[in-house]
């Protein structure tokens, strides 16, 4: 089955000539199946690149998805053209009275700040309640899991003295969860952040999980079973060339930067990078959307009941 998105969507071309199944939302309509309702609220600044990569994880699977595209409702972003905004995203107090099967809450480039110091806070921490009467899972990915696990569970984040950055190593945890279904023992999870959430402090919380962990970078992957909530540190989502485009920003404007671990063949930044996380992250985000699929209401108006 397709995920459904406007024709004019950027990524609408972009996931057909990949191979992806899309379908217009005219289509959608016209067959008497409910697709699932997924909205991904982007606080990334490269709107149209986070939108092209969780819809493309998310529209692989063999379900319909009617995605949705949600922001902040006061902060503009300087990144992407005003026309693009205004025409495929709604801000959330206007979408605040509706139902969602899932919602994804991305990572966001303000690390560096105490949460509470985040101009649209306040807003978030409404979202975040707000999950809990109107979602039935939410999925919050590297800061944005960093401030959903900090809201419902008081963990902090911490400064790390030098960035987080490349590939690395995970193990898979608890290999009976539903999430890691098909997961290997260990592989590959690109990792790009300043700061970090501890076990030590996570395994205080007995509310929550980890699922995937590493050695070298911490917790990866949390479950909130009471919150219906998975908090992820680090990108699957991530496109092969990602941390390559951070790399060379940094380069150029002449900021000290490592060159990305285990990320470029012999840690050569001349040689083209490889993918090694593609087929995990399919599997992830399958496995949530297949999670959602057997639990959610069919009507999604008993949310919250």
């Avoid at 057909?16 to 005219?26: A, I, L």
């Avoid at 063999?62 to 801000?91: G, V, W």
Wanted: charged share 20%.
């Amino acid at each position: 089955m397709p995920i459904t998105l406007p024709t004019t969507l950027p990524a609408f071309d972009v996931l057909r000539n990949e191979g992806v199944m899309v379908m217009s939302p005219e289509r959608a309509r016209s067959q008497e199946i409910r697709p699932l309702r997924i909205a991904l609220l982007n606080l990334m600044p490269k709107k149209i690149q986070t939108e092209n990569q969780f819809a493309r994880l998310i529209g692989a699977t063999p379900l319909q998805i009617d995605f949705q595209l949600i922001r902040m409702s006061e902060h503009q972003t300087k990144n992407t053209a005003a026309e693009h905004m205004e025409t495929f995203y709604r801000p959330f107090q206007e979408v605040k009275d509706q139902k969602f099967d899932g919602l994804i809450i991305t990572g966001a480039p303000i690390e560096h700040l105490p949460f509470e110091a985040v101009s649209y806070w306040d807003e978030l921490c409404e979202v975040m309640d707000w999950t809990q009467t109107n979602v039935f899972s939410t999925f919050g990915v590297c800061w944005g899991g960093m401030a959903m696990i900090n809201h419902f569970h008081g963990v902090q984040k911490h400064m790390l003295d030098h960035k987080a950055f490349g590939c690395f190593r995970h193990r898979n945890l608890t290999p009976t969860s539903p999430y890691l279904r098909g997961f290997s023992d260990d592989f590959v999870i690109p990792v790009s952040r300043w700061t970090e959430m501890r076990q030590s402090e996570i395994g205080a919380v007995p509310a929550l999980q980890t699922l995937l962990g590493s050695d070298e970078v911490g917790p990866c992957l949390v479950e909130d079973a009471a919150h219906r909530a998975l908090y992820i540190f680090n990108h699957f989502e991530y496109d092969s060339d990602t941390l390559k485009q951070e790399y060379d920003r940094d380069v150029a404007a002449g900021t000290p930067i490592n060159v990305p671990a285990n990320y470029y063949p012999d840690d050569n930044p001349a040689m083209p990078p490889l993918n090694r996380w593609r087929s995990h992250a399919h599997l992830l985000y399958g496995n949530w959307i297949n999670e959602i699929y057997q639990g959610t209401p069919y009507d999604l108006n008993e949310l919250g009941h």
